[in-house]
């Protein structure tokens, strides 16, 4: 049983930056992909980034390519999302997730660890 805890959502004005960090407990956490989520108010949960077992290979959803860097440290296990140029269409809570295969995926459903969420929002 893995278990994941989000940090550094907050409150930013549009063009800032906010880093959020993932946290992962209770399971070898080099063995698991790991992907960021969003759902914005109204809107279904979208992905946003994922991260291979070893952090070699990434990928991004368009809307934020250039603007979002995923990472992870194995040693600390710890994922992050760095995000610049930050829009208001970015606010939504952002949710970090866990799979055990080598590689992540943009289906949600193949995700079986879950954060509680932390809430990103931008102001215009």
């Known amino acids: 049983q893995v278990q994941l805890v989000e940090s550094g959502g907050g409150l930013v004005q549009a063009g800032g930056s906010l880093r959020l960090s993932c946290a992962a407990s209770?399971?070898?956490?080099?063995?698991?992909?790991m992907g960021w989520f969003r759902q914005g108010p109204g809107k279904e949960h979208e992905f946003v980034a994922g991260i291979s077992r070893s952090g070699g290979s990434r990928s991004y959803a368009d809307s934020v390519k250039g603007r979002f860097t995923i990472s992870r440290d194995n040693a600390k296990n710890t994922v992050y999302l760095q995000m610049n140029s930050l829009k208001p269409e970015d606010t939504a809570v952002y949710y970090c997730?866990?799979?055990?295969?080598?590689?992540?995926?943009?289906?949600?459903?193949?995700?079986?660890?879950w954060g509680q969420g932390t809430q990103v929002t931008v102001s215009s």
């Open positions: 209770g399971g070898t956490f080099s063995n698991y992909a």
């Open positions: 997730a866990a799979r055990l295969q080598l590689w992540p995926t943009t289906d949600r459903r193949e995700y079986r660890y």
